[in-house]
């Protein structure tokens, strides 16, 4: 058990009202003899979030704190990562990555709220989401213990998790015949376990829940158009929106025409490679429209050094360093480079596929009088003594070779 923490404490747990949470309550106050505070970030998961209060409360919970965090969520952490253009693996757009550190930075809040000893969590001894928590708990609430029931109790997969749950009473949306564990937010769902648990067998239609099969999807193309002001989504064809409306369009947009699904198999930080489905379907359009627009506005170097950084931010981002120096470092770069990223970016949407198809920006560094085939100011001349020089090395090694 963990050290610190007395019967009759207070502690805190994240909470979400899915399989593991919910049968952590009792468990914590069987094993702990502690006052449990249920911690429900809304992230856009679209639950009955009420629900989710009372079946907290009559899980055994002594409070339950619901926290819209939707805002929070889009502009503090969702958009500056897609100003990053951070992509995890070349695929994955880090939905449940980067809400995790809103969750902590939250859960402590609460935690100091009710001068709780601890924090607990869902996450499991294999999973990333343990470090995750942990790191921004380390970061931001060193003071405060850490309960992880999966490293501690004997339940050892989610099979026995459903019995605990039936044996005390707790209904589950999980079933042996639909083991998957899902994380959702107005970014993005996951989905793992269950047959996906098996690379060789093909993803099975009703593991998806957002998006629809681009089979199924509309047989026109929609064409749209993203705004942005300095890197951040704005406008939705020509009309402002508040972030949390423009991502809900851009969401039912994008599930409509069954964009933003990916499986994969990835490299987990604890060592070894799982197995997921994703859909992210508003994201996946804001990402190709970022790229339509960096591409018009940064000049060459730039961009090669903001692939280097997303990358990077991408490996901090999923193992859990959001609150690090580096992460923090990074981020001046991306807001200094983002300073030029405004302007429009026109899209479209059919069966699975976003595409860019126009951009316009006032930071544009495309000239048309340059790159134009027909005339134009460029001297052709200019290029012979360029090539001269650009090249000289070669030829260099070539004399050296040769002997001369």
Not at 12 to 22: E, R
Not at 187 to 205: F, M, N, Q, R
Not at 218 to 228: A, K, L, M, W
Not at 360 to 380: E, M
Request: charged residues 20%.
């Amino acid at each position: 058990m963990t050290s610190g923490v007395m019967p009759g404490d207070r502690v805190v747990l994240a909470y979400s009202g899915g399989l593991d949470t919910s049968i952590i309550i009792p468990w914590l106050k069987e094993n702990y003899g502690v006052k449990v505070i249920a911690f429900c970030a809304d992230l856009g998961q679209g639950e009955d979030l009420e629900a989710v209060r009372q079946k907290a409360l009559q899980s055994g919970a002594e409070a339950v704190e619901i926290r819209d965090l939707r805002h929070q969520f889009l502009t503090d952490f969702a958009f500056p990562m897609l100003r990053s253009e951070a992509v995890y693996e070349g695929v994955y757009l880090l939905g449940t990555s980067i809400a995790r550190p809103l969750i902590a930075q939250e859960l402590v809040r609460v935690a100091r709220q009710y001068d709780a000893k601890a924090v607990a969590h869902g996450a499991t001894g294999k999973g990333n989401d343990q470090v995750r928590f942990e790191l921004g708990i380390m970061a931001l609430a060193p003071d405060l213990r850490v309960i992880a029931p999966w490293r501690e109790w004997h339940i050892t997969g989610r099979l026995e998790a459903m019995e605990y749950a039936k044996e005390h009473g707790i209904p589950v949306a999980a079933t042996p015949k639909s083991p998957y564990s899902r994380d959702q937010n107005i970014w993005h769902v996951s989905h793992e376990g269950g047959v996906l648990e098996d690379p060789a067998i093909s993803t099975p239609l009703d593991v998806y829940t957002w998006t629809t099969d681009p089979k199924e999807a509309p047989d026109e193309i929609q064409t749209i158009r993203v705004g942005f002001r300095e890197g951040y989504p704005t406008s939705l064809n020509g009309v402002d929106l508040e972030p949390v409306m423009l991502m809900e369009q851009v969401n039912a947009w994008g599930a409509r025409h069954g964009i933003g699904r990916i499986t994969m198999v990835e490299n987990r930080l604890v060592g070894m490679k799982s197995r997921g489905v994703y859909e992210t379907p508003g994201g996946t359009i804001l990402y190709e429209a970022h790229q339509a627009l960096t591409a018009l506005t940064w000049d060459r170097e730039t961009r090669a050094f903001a692939s280097e950084v997303g990358l990077r931010m991408a490996r901090l981002i999923y193992d859990g360093w959001w609150f690090s120096p580096l992460r923090e470092a990074l981020s001046a770069f991306v807001d200094q480079s983002n300073q030029v990223v405004s302007g429009e970016v026109v899209l479209n949407l059919y069966k699975g596929r976003v595409t860019s198809q126009a951009a316009t920006s006032p930071f544009s560094l495309y000239s048309q009088d340059l790159a134009t085939f027909d005339g134009g100011q460029y001297d052709h001349h200019d290029a012979e003594g360029f090539i001269r020089l650009f090249g000289l090395p070669l030829a260099i090694r070539h004399r050296l070779r040769e002997g001369h």
